[in-house]
């Protein structure tokens, strides 16, 4: 379909949804989620549960997962006139520095200093783009500034503020590395004894590590998908991990990614034609046309209208096949967005031998 066009317009990535759609909160256990399996051949559409996994996965599959752990990277402070701002880190630049999204009346300026308590704060050095440069002033690091007075940094759509659950149920529960600033949100699904039962049945697991970034949210505002710049994330992909891909691929089994930051990652790390181990930051885009390298198929939730993430399901299972699931999950009024119900997708083209999986 787009792949025929020479362009591809951010509007045809839309569809309807009901805001009362939108999960505002967690279901009372992660695994409980429901599961649209959304397959190239066969029944095209199975409504499961997502713990259907553990029935859909072989032994010898290789789970990927994104092992980042997200920080309370939300903070609300004033400036020395009084004036209040709010604060959403972008990335960690070293143990003082960061950048950050800041809201205010007015713009601060370089040498500002943003007050967060009685002797905590941060000052204001300079501009990245559309990101504050900010720097820890006082004695507290960042780390130690993000304890005292962070809140989980919950999508918009989401609409209200955050509350304790939240600081374990916006996590995965293997996030092992500080630096995300929003939650590889597929992984949220996975408990503690499904991963075991997973583990139990042989179904293979790594761990690859990608900063989410504040810009995952930020809307496309260009017309055309071409001319859209995706903001920087730091990543990381082992040489063991790898070796676990190429072991997978060589045995006949599936390769297959759990979220969309798992793609990123792996899908960077194989820029150059062969996977390799990597270190530092991406801006891969990926829409219609994209040719996987890595992965098979791809665990993920629902995503906004008119996002990179829309996009990025569309270039695995085409935009016809997306939009018809996506009308489906409405129709029977599966739960959307980060604390919504998950996707099971598989590639374009490739036909799958494991029956109803």
Same mark, same amino acid.
């Given at each position: 379909f787009f792949e025929?066009?020479?362009?591809?317009?951010?509007?045809?990535?839309?569809?309807?949804?009901p805001e009362s759609l939108i999960a505002r909160y967690p279901l009372a256990q992660r695994s409980a989620s429901r599961l649209l399996m959304v397959k190239q051949n066969g029944p095209g559409l199975i409504h499961a549960s997502f713990r259907d996994l553990l029935q859909g996965l072989e032994a010898g599959d290789l789970l990927v997962f994104n092992n980042t752990r997200v920080l309370p990277a939300r903070l609300f402070g004033h400036k020395?006139?009084?004036?209040?701002?709010?604060?959403?880190?972008?990335?960690?630049?070293?143990?003082?520095?960061?950048?950050?999204?800041?809201r205010a009346s007015k713009s601060p300026k370089p040498g500002t200093l943003i007050q967060l308590g009685a002797q905590d704060g941060l000052r204001v050095t300079g501009r990245q783009g559309s990101f504050f440069e900010l720097v820890a002033d006082g004695e507290a690091g960042l780390?130690?500034?993000?304890?005292?007075?962070?809140?989980?940094?919950?999508?918009?759509?989401i609409e209200r503020e955050d509350e !304790?659950?939240?600081? /374990?149920?916006? *996590? =995965?529960?293997?996030?092992?590395?500080?630096?995300?600033?929003?939650?590889? $949100? %597929?992984?949220?699904?996975?408990?503690?004894?499904?991963?075991?039962?997973l583990r139990e049945k042989g179904v293979q697991m790594a761990e690859v590590t990608l900063h989410v970034g504040a810009g995952t949210y930020q809307p496309v505002r260009v017309e055309r998908v071409?001319?859209?710049?995706?903001?920087?994330?730091?990543?990381?992909?082992?040489? !063991?991990?790898?070796? /676990?891909?190429? *072991? =997978?691929?060589?045995?006949?089994k599936r390769v297959i990614a759990v979220g969309t $930051? %798992?793609?990123?990652?792996?899908?960077?790390?194989?820029?150059?034609?062969?996977?390799?181990?990597?270190?530092?930051?991406?801006?891969?885009?990926i829409y219609p046309g994209y040719e996987f390298r890595v992965i098979d198929e791809l665990i993920?939730?629902?995503?906004?209208?008119?996002?990179?993430?829309?996009?990025?399901?569309?270039?695995?299972?085409?935009?016809?096949?997306?939009?018809?699931?996506?009308?489906a999950a409405v129709n029977e009024q599966y739960r959307f967005f980060s604390y919504g119900d998950a996707m099971w997708l598989h590639q374009r083209g490739k036909l799958q031998e494991q029956g109803d999986a």
């Open positions: 025929q066009l020479q362009t591809m317009r951010v509007d045809d990535f839309d569809y309807s949804l020395e006139s009084g004036g209040k701002v709010e604060i959403l880190l972008e990335r960690l630049l070293d143990d003082r520095r960061c950048l950050a999204q800041v780390a130690e500034l993000l304890e005292r007075h962070g809140h989980m940094p919950l999508p918009p759509y !304790a659950l939240d600081q /374990q149920r916006y *996590q =995965t529960v293997y996030a092992k590395v500080p630096g995300a600033v929003a939650a590889p $949100t %597929a992984g949220l699904h996975f408990d503690d004894d499904l991963l075991s039962a071409e001319d859209h710049e995706m903001h920087a994330e730091y990543l990381e992909v082992s040489e !063991a991990v790898c070796e /676990q891909v190429k *072991q =997978t691929k060589a045995s006949g $930051t %798992a793609v990123r990652a792996l899908e960077t790390a194989a820029a150059e034609g062969e996977l390799k181990p990597y270190l530092g930051d991406t801006r891969i885009f993920t939730n629902f995503h906004l209208p008119k996002s990179t993430l829309l996009m990025l399901v569309s270039a695995l299972a085409g935009w016809p096949t997306i939009k018809n699931a996506y009308t």
